[in-house]
Nanobody, 126 residues
Framework: QVQLVESGGGMVQPGGSLRLSCAAS????????IAWFRQRGREREGVACI???????QYADSVKGRFAISIDGAKKTIDLQMNSLKPEDTATYYC????????????????????WGRGTQVIVSS
């Protein structure tokens, strides 16, 4: 049974950093595409994705150079390091995964992944 559990959210001042973690179970990380999305209103937007099998890492233009996605195979987590945070980064962040190949493409467009976590809230405010 595929499960994803996000953690690491909180409140931070503009310019600060947070590290989100997505604990994965029930599947082999290397065989799936894994992505981080965020939701500020009605729509979810892609933030970053990683596909070990295809050697692909992609970021939304809005976070390039500030966010970094990585996999810790030993811990079975997918982490999102967020630096230089801005108020517009305030959102609920979700990790998602799917077996469909080639989902991790430029600018991380929205896709209805098969499996989603419940999300973790990030607030960037002074």
């Amino acid at each position: 049974q595929v499960q994803l559990v996000e953690s690491g959210g909180g409140m931070v001042q503009p310019g600060g950093s947070l590290r989100l973690s997505c604990a994965a179970s029930g599947f082999t990380l290397e065989d799936y595409v894994i992505a981080w999305f965020r939701q500020r209103g009605r729509e979810r937007e892609g933030v970053a994705c990683i596909s070990s099998n295809y050697g692909s890492i992609q970021y939304a233009d809005s976070v390039k150079g500030r966010f970094a996605i990585s996999i810790d195979g030993a811990k079975k987590t997918i982490d999102l390091q967020m630096n230089s945070l801005k108020p517009e980064d305030t959102a609920t962040y979700y990790c998602a995964t799917d077996e469909v190949p080639n989902l991790c493409i430029e600018n991380v467009p929205y896709y209805d992944y098969d499996y989603w976590g419940r999300g973790t809230q990030v607030i960037v405010s002074s």
